[in-house]
């Protein structure tokens, strides 16, 4: 699968805060993000957008 970029606005505290948490679990910012969408529940409908 080929990565994807995906960037956003965020305010400076929850940059902060997802910074922090990431570094006391070793883990990178996309890494806990990632596993933060993988709890989430699947669609029951998929969308696919292509450029």
């Keep these: 699968m080929k990565n994807k970029e995906l960037k956003i606005r965020?305010?400076?505290r929850r940059l902060n805060k997802v910074r922090l948490?990431?570094?006391e679990k070793d883990k990178t910012?996309?890494?806990l993000i990632?596993?933060?969408i993988?709890?989430?529940?699947?669609p029951k409908k998929q969308i696919i957008t292509q450029p």
């Excluded at 993988?38 to 699947?42: A, L």
């Design 38 to 42: 993988d709890t989430m529940p699947e």
């Design 29 to 31: 910012m996309t890494q």
């Design 21 to 23: 948490c990431a570094a």
């Design 10 to 12: 965020i305010s400076e």
């Design 34 to 36: 990632e596993e933060l």
